[in-house]
């Protein structure tokens, strides 16, 4: 791979040699600078993974960026508003199928799971299943550029909620999964959902599972000291974390309650 480049100050921009990033302007605690939004290819066609919300001036950005360039397929790494709310109108502008592991968001007969190959045209594209954040979560490893696209699994900054949708044991064993694909085939670069390019995919990863690890063993701790709902749990565990980000944390402490009481 090369032509890795990493913006100043936004990861709009944010690119390899066949992989561009469009931010949508959908900035939040949860969205942190907004979405990427990812067009991938080497000529006249294209694949776009995540259009973002339904935001008219974005996805209109997305398709005049394009030029006279096809778009073949768009790909969603799962089905959250926002990298999926837009998907539907985008098909519309460009008419291209939308592709997604949940049958909910797809549009045309085709939809994607673990091991499909994606092609834009002479690129691969390689869909792994990566379930934890969400139950339909995909990542797409682009090998023309050592590079996997990890939507939300894994975030440019910080670290990923376990939603509602997903599952603390599903999502360490996706972790541990990209961390043996990137060592193996030698990843240089990880590119989020949310969040600047990670040029060092194997630190990134490590320090995800270390992190996960490391939440478990505080959660066993605070209920070593009598907190036993998810709220307790989150003003012991979560106590330097924004207060803004508290319910989000609960859901990833119910996740974590849920894997521990299952061991």
């Given amino acids: 791979m090369s032509g890795l480049h990493i913006p100043l100050g936004t990861p709009d921009g944010s690119r390899t040699e066949h992989a561009e990033n469009l931010l949508a302007p959908n900035p939040s605690a949860m969205t942190l600078d907004g979405t990427n939004t990812w067009v991938i290819g080497a000529g006249d ?30 790909l969603l790494s799962h089905g959250h508003f926002d990298h999926s709310g837009g998907a539907k109108r985008f098909a519309g502008m460009v008419n291209a199928p939308v592709r997604a592991l949940d049958p909910r968001h797809r549009l045309g007969d085709e939809g994607l799971a673990d091991g499909d190959v994606v092609t834009a045209g002479d690129l691969e594209i390689r869909v792994y299943g990566t379930p934890g954040h969400s139950f339909d979560s ?12 990890t939507g939300d699994t894994v975030l440019g900054r910080g670290t990923t909620i376990i939603a509602r949708d997903g599952g603390l044991a599903d999502y360490l064993r996706s972790l541990d999964k990209l961390r043996a694909a990137a060592e193996s085939m030698e990843a240089r670069a990880l590119l989020p959902g949310h969040g600047p390019v990670l040029p060092d995919p194997i630190a990134a990863l490590d320090g995800y ?19 036993r709902t998810p709220r307790q749990i989150v003003k012991i565990v979560y106590a330097d ?18 894997y521990l009481d299952r061991l």
Avoid: K, N, Y
């Fill in 45 to 74: 066609d294209v694949v776009v993974v995540d259009p973002g919300p339904d935001d008219e001036g974005h996805l209109s950005r997305v398709r005049d960026h394009l030029g006279e360039r096809r778009v073949t397929a768009i």
């Fill in 209 to 227: 599972i270390a992190h996960r690890r490391q939440r478990l063993d505080q959660i066993r701790a605070a209920r070593e000291q009598g907190a």
């Fill in 138 to 149: 995909l990542c797409f490893w682009l090998p023309a550029d050592r590079a996997m696209l």
């Fill in 241 to 258: 974390v924004d207060r803004s980000l508290w319910p989000a944390a609960e859901m990833s402490v119910a996740a974590q309650l849920d």
